[in-house]
């Protein structure tokens, strides 16, 4: 034993020292940076408020149904259930972990027929018979926890706990954020739908007009190909929208556990989106990186690690565990008589010396995945941060992209009108018209998928701010 080592040794021995490392979080830690802590940068748009997000963010929508369908998903989820069971196994490893630091009880028995050997009998040459014979025992143990090593296995294992309570609460956030987008998308696929059938209707009057004013001789046939020719194309938008929205029912049937032929009928029938009557509320950085469940599950991992560092420096020490033992063997046909009895009382050291190095390379090892847990922990805070930032640009651009197409549109449909009064007046020909028409039913549909795009946008922001889980 070093000189060096000697103290040690007898401070783990008399104190009851705890070996390793007391976890704080790092001093260079990025989730304690004021540029990760403060405002977004994004957020400075009259979309957003500077208010918490709610819990439950998806009531903002005021919509029954979809308050509905996420407590279903909630309830009956897959994705869900796997994380409850991953969550119902780390509890069990913390309770055989926790195990570990309580009083062992053991208890045997084992009847045979068998003979001893005289040699181990220290007998050579004797016959000794055989016989049927017996051991019965029953013991006692309780490991002394002097260097702080079963301590520290509790402690990373209530991280690993925590870990996985985080990454539940993360399926759970991105169930929600699913769910809600598969309904958003199928009113949204309802709606343009509803676009694309009226600009068919108006089509098939400009078709049907188009024909009287060739029979009234104002009109040649041609022009009432162009007009047939455009129709058709009109038409041909509509099994792409309504193939999209079949396809959102059955993502969301399985969302909340149901086959697809089980498809919610009452969203079936949904022509418009839910829309936001406020400013969505977004906090700031700090909130944002205690909320984010993927943040939290980084920050445990990084605890379990640092504890796990304990658990290896541990191992340096000398292990003593107390016992006491009460133990009966002999002929059978003896069974528990007086000399076949025997008990132990006493104290078990073991420890690994002078093979110290073995240790040692579990110390760095653990070290090393702190380190690497620490760096995880900075990437998910990074990813985080870049995720809202994101989120909050784009759709800030998507509502100006949609107020210009807004504008667009009017401008198209007014274009439209007018083509069309000028040519029952006889003052243009039918192709100005057509032109004018083609023009408004694509800033119509362009303005209905951008209404689709702003409500994904919505649900994408929320699942970047990490929708509303902060245990």
């Known amino acids: 034993m070093t000189r060096r080592f000697a103290p040690a040794l007898v401070a783990a021995l008399l104190a009851g020292c705890t070996a390793g490392p007391n976890y704080h979080r790092p001093p ?7 540029a990760a802590t403060g405002a977004f940068v994004g957020g400075n748009e009259k979309a957003y408020a500077a208010a918490p997000l709610p819990d439950h963010w998806w009531q903002l929508y005021q919509d029954t149904t979809l308050d509905r369908l996420v407590t279903d998903a909630i309830a009956h989820n897959t994705d869900l259930r796997v ?52 051991s019965a025992s029953a013991g006692i143990s309780y490991q002394l926890d002097l260097a702080g090593q079963i301590r520290r296995a509790v402690e990373a294992a209530n991280a690993d706990v925590a870990a996985t309570q985080a990454a539940y609460d993360a399926v759970k956030v991105t169930v929600v954020a699913d769910t809600t987008r598969a309904y958003l998308d199928a009113c949204s696929a309802g709606r343009e739908i509803q676009v694309a059938q009226h600009s068919l209707d108006l089509q098939q009057q400009t078709t049907t007009l188009t024909q009287k004013m060739i029979h009234a001789g104002r009109g040649i046939s041609l022009d ?33 556990g149901r ?15 839910p829309r936001l009557t406020q400013a969505i509320p977004i906090g700031d ?20 690690a640092t504890a796990r560092i304990g658990v290896a420096e541990a191992e340096l020490y000398p292990r003593v565990t107390l016992g ?19 008990f132990s009382l006493g104290p078990l050291i073991s420890w690994e010396f002078p093979n110290r190095g ?37 759709y800030a651009r998507d509502l100006d992209r949609r107020a210009a197409l807004q504008q667009a549109r009017d401008q198209a449909a007014q274009a439209a009108e007018d083509a069309e009064k000028l040519f029952r007046a006889g003052r243009t020909g039918f192709l100005p018209t057509l032109d004018a028409q083609r023009t408004l039913i694509g800033a119509e549909q362009t303005l209905a998928a951008a209404d689709s795009k702003l409500a994904a946008d919505q649900v994408q922001l929320f699942l970047a701010l990490g929708g509303g889980w902060q245990a």
Do not use: W
């Open 28 to 34: 260079a830690a990025i989730a304690d940076h004021p």
């Open 83 to 134: 994380a409850a069971a991953n969550l119902a196994r780390a509890n069990a490893a913390l309770d055989l972990t926790e195990d570990a630091g309580k009083p062992q009880t053991a208890l045997g028995i084992a009847p045979g027929y068998a003979q001893r050997s005289a040699e181990e009998e220290m007998l050579p040459g004797a016959p000794l018979p055989s016989a049927f014979v017996y």
């Open 259 to 273: 086959p697809p032929a089980e498809f919610d009928r009452d969203v079936a029938a949904c022509t418009a989106e």
């Open 285 to 304: 950085g700090a909130a944002l990186l205690r909320r984010r469940p993927d943040v939290r599950r980084a920050e445990f991992e990084l605890h379990a």
């Open 324 to 342: 006491a033992s009460l133990g009966s063997v002999g002929l059978l046909k003896n069974a528990f008589a007086a000399d076949t009895y025997k």
């Open 358 to 394: 073995r240790a040692r390379a579990r110390i760095a090892g653990a070290q090393a995945e702190t380190d690497a847990a620490f760096a995880r922990f900075d990437g998910a805070v990074l990813g985080a941060l870049r995720e809202a930032e994101t989120a909050l640009t784009i």
């Open 224 to 256: 009432a190909t162009r007009s047939r020719v455009q129709e058709e194309q009109v038409r041909a938008t509509l099994p792409t929208l309504l193939a999209a929205k079949q396809v959102a029912l059955y993502r969301l049937a399985t969302l909340i």
